[in-house]
């Protein structure tokens, strides 16, 4: 049933149960794993500004899954991608569609109801705009 997963990966206290999810998923269906990471930057000008993260941190979260997804014997994929502040939600639906993701795999970032409700969570907005099964992880 759900044969490509795309979990979206990030450095909140979720991400260890999101992966320990994903990877039982995976290994009880068979399913390959494609991992994402969104590195959000603030916007200014054109450009905007660089992103918080490094390229080292913005890596570590996808390395790190794809250690423990190989070493369960999980066939996985790793992305790194940039986006708008606000906009990692795009970034996560169209990684969904491009690689034919059955389920997307993600947690919360576990903002406050003040912040939620003001900017909106990236999880809220992957749930009301997917077109395929989301499984949120808090």
């Not at 959000?40 to 905007?48: I, K, L």
């Amino acid at each position: 049933m759900f044969d490509r997963l795309l979990v979206a990966v990030d450095h909140s206290p979720h991400r260890e149960r999101v992966l320990a999810l994903a990877k039982d998923l995976a290994v009880l269906a068979g399913a390959e794993v494609f991992l994402l990471h969104v590195r959000e930057r603030e916007v200014m000008g054109r450009g905007g500004f660089p992103a918080e993260e490094d390229s080292a941190e913005a890596s570590e979260p996808v390395t790190t899954a794809q250690e423990m997804l190989k070493q369960a014997g999980v066939k996985v994929h790793g992305e790194i991608v940039e986006a708008l502040h606000g906009h990692a939600s795009k970034e996560i639906l169209r990684a969904a569609k491009a690689c034919d993701a059955s389920i997307i795999v993600m947690g919360t970032r576990g903002h406050n109801e003040l912040e939620s409700l003001l900017i909106g969570s990236t999880a809220h907005k992957v749930l009301h705009h997917a077109d395929r099964p989301v499984l949120v992880v808090h």
